[in-house]
């Protein structure tokens, strides 16, 4: 069965950090690019970070450049986001994804597995 548990959301005050962990299990993880997404409420489902089977390709999108960094640790079979200069603007489910295509991660938004999400709620 595939799996993916994120865990690390939580209640931070802007400008704090977070470490989100996407923990992957049920498939060839080597095999798999994997994403993050997040969700706030009344808003449209957002990509913000994808990394490549290698680590070779990452992908961020426009409103976390330069606060967000993906990676992944093959061995663990996890990805993590971490996320500095937290700003409330970032309140959102984060949810990790998982496809052998790293583009249908980033330009599509159709991977084939999906995590439950964990919250992220940042105060002002």
């Known amino acids: 069965e595939v799996q993916l548990v994120e865990s690390g959301g939580g209640l931070v005050q802007a400008g704090g950090s977070l470490r989100l962990s996407c923990a992957a299990s049920?498939?060839?993880?080597?095999?798999?690019?994997i994403g993050w997404f997040r969700q706030a409420p009344g808003k449209e489902r957002e990509g913000v970070s994808c990394i490549s089977t290698s680590s070779g390709n990452v992908y961020y999108g426009d409103s976390v450049k330069g606060r967000f960094t993906i990676s992944r640790d093959n061995a663990k079979t996890t990805v993590y986001l971490h996320i500095d200069k937290l700003e409330p603007e970032d309140t959102a489910v984060y949810y990790c994804?998982?496809?052998?295509?790293?583009?249908?991660?980033?330009?599509?938004?159709?991977?084939?597995?999906w995590g439950q999400g964990t919250q992220v709620t940042v105060s002002s």
């Open positions: 994804a998982a496809d052998t295509s790293f583009h249908k991660i980033v330009e599509v938004h159709v991977p084939d597995y």
């Open positions: 049920g498939f060839t993880f080597d095999d798999y690019a």
